[in-house]
Structure formats: structure tokens, C-alpha cells
């Protein structure tokens, strides 16, 4: 049962233009949601986060938009630069009360920038 | 990605024997998730530890995986008697006492022959 779904496996832009990268969960107790970026053989490396009670968090070029009602966010990545060529995942956490955090993933979209 | 150390990088097993991957968090982090991931998935969480204690280990298979996070020293992730089916790269984050942010290590990609 997969909770967090990336839909496309792999997306191509052009150098300039923008990125788009959509992630949809099933869970309603999620209420924390990250996107990581993974370059080969290294691990993930945090890029942006936004919390279920905002729609839309922004950092630079990086901005995360999230549809509660349709458990829906994307990734907006403008202008796309080809060093952002990378696996992008959406992870999203529940947390109860305590301190565990763990992080349920997505497969992964691999954006190609292409110059 | 910087601060959370991994060692080794790449480790090679034959059938039955055993793999032991170490994770230092980074300065000031208490907490530490592993997780793997297999060719062509998403990472998937293992196990969750504080200091000396596991608090979550929902997602480590019954058998041959256990974890260790002792006061002094770096958490251990142990798989025993590993088969081919454990060939994947396994990721640990850190964490501070408070809040959902996790900084990854660069992982060990275990190749069982």
C-alpha cells in the first residue's frame, strides 16, 4: 500500500523554464511534507518542507504548494537550471505526539534540465 | 548532507555472512532513522533510535536485522546470515530532539554475491 505516490517517474525541461513535480498521499494524518533531492550514489539532501496548516511555503527558486482537500502538492522549481538534474522525493511524516518523525517516501521523479 | 557520516560506503557479503553499517549523526543529533532503499523504490524507514533506546522498529523485518544506538559511539544497523535480497543502499538521517527535519548520510550500498 503506497501512501505517497509520484506519478511520473521521470520529466524533462528546458534550461529557464519551469519544473513541475506533483506528489499525492492517501493518508489524512499526514501533516508534515518535505521534498528531497538525491543526486547517484549520495544520499538525500533536504530542499524544502511545508506543514499541513500552510498551502504554499517559498525558498528561492523552490516553492511547495499543498492541496489538503485533494492530498495533492507539487514542487515548483523556476527558472530550472541543469544542475537541478536529480531524483526529486516527496516524503511526508505523522507525528502523534512524540518525537518520531519517520518519513514515508515517494519513488522518486527524475527531473532531466536539459541546457 | 553534511555532518552525518556512513561507513563503509560499499560493503560486499557472501550468503550468510553478516553485515554491520554505522552511522555517526551529526553534532548535536540524538535521534537517528534508518532506511532502505531497493533498486528502482523509495527509501523506506526501518527503524527509529535515541540514545540506548529503539523507539520505533515498525519497519524492520522480523528476522536477521537488529539496531543499536549506544551512549558512546555510532548506531550500528546488523544484518545477519544476509541474502541477495538485502542488496540495497541503506540511508541513516539524523535529527535534533525536536521537530520533523532529517539530514541523510550518503548510505552503504551492500552487494550480496
Known amino acids: 500500500d503506497q501512501q505517497v505516490k509520484q506519478n511520473s517517474p521521470s520529466l524533462s525541461v528546458q534550461e529557464g523554464r519551469i519544473s513541475i513535480l506533483n506528489c499525492d498521499y492517501t493518508?489524512?494524518?499526514?501533516?508534515?511534507f518535505l521534498w528531497y533531492k538525491k543526486y547517484p550514489a549520495e544520499g538525500p539532501t533536504f530542499l524544502i518542507s511545508?506543514?499541513?496548516?500552510?498551502d504554499k511555503n517559498e525558498d528561492g527558486r523552490f516553492t511547495v504548494f499543498l492541496n489538503k482537500s485533494a492530498k495533492h502538492l507539487s514542487l515548483h522549481i523556476v527558472p530550472s537550471q541543469p544542475g537541478d538534474s536529480a531524483v526529486y522525493f516527496c516524503?511526508?511524516?505523522?507525528?502523534?505526539?512524540?518525537?518520531?518523525?519517520?518519513?514515508?517516501f515517494g519513488k522518486g521523479t527524475l527531473l532531466t534540465v536539459n541546457p | 548532507n553534511a555532518g552525518v557520516m556512513q561507513n563503509p560506503r560499499h560493503l560486499v557479503r557472501r550468503r550468510g555472512q553478516e553485515a554491520r553499517l554505522r552511522c555517526s549523526p551529526m553534532?548535536?543529533?540524538?535521534?537517528v532513522y534508518w532506511y532502505r532503499q531497493l533498486p528502482e523504490e523509495g527509501l523506506k524507514f526501518m527503524v527509529y533510535?535515541?540514545?540506548?533506546?529503539?523507539?520505533?522498529e515498525s519497519g524492520m523485518p522480523k528476522e536477521r536485522f537488529s539496531a543499536e544506538f549506544p551512549k558512546e559511539g555510532p548506531s550500528i544497523l546488523r544484518i545477519q546470515q544476509v541474502v541477495r535480497g538485502d542488496s540495497a543502499a541503506y540511508f541513516c538521517?539524523?535529527?535534533?530532539?525536536f521537530g520533523p527535519g532529517q539530514y541523510f548520510g550518503p548510505g552503504t550500498r551492500l552487494t550480496v554475491t
Open positions: 553534532k548535536g543529533h540524538s535521534h
Open positions: 493518508n489524512s494524518m499526514f501533516d508534515y
Open positions: 511545508i506543514s499541513s496548516i500552510k
Open positions: 516524503a511526508a511524516s505523522t507525528n502523534s505526539g512524540g518525537s518520531n518523525y519517520k518519513l514515508t
Open positions: 533510535l535515541q540514545k540506548e533506546n529503539i523507539i520505533d
Open positions: 538521517a539524523s535529527s535534533p530532539p
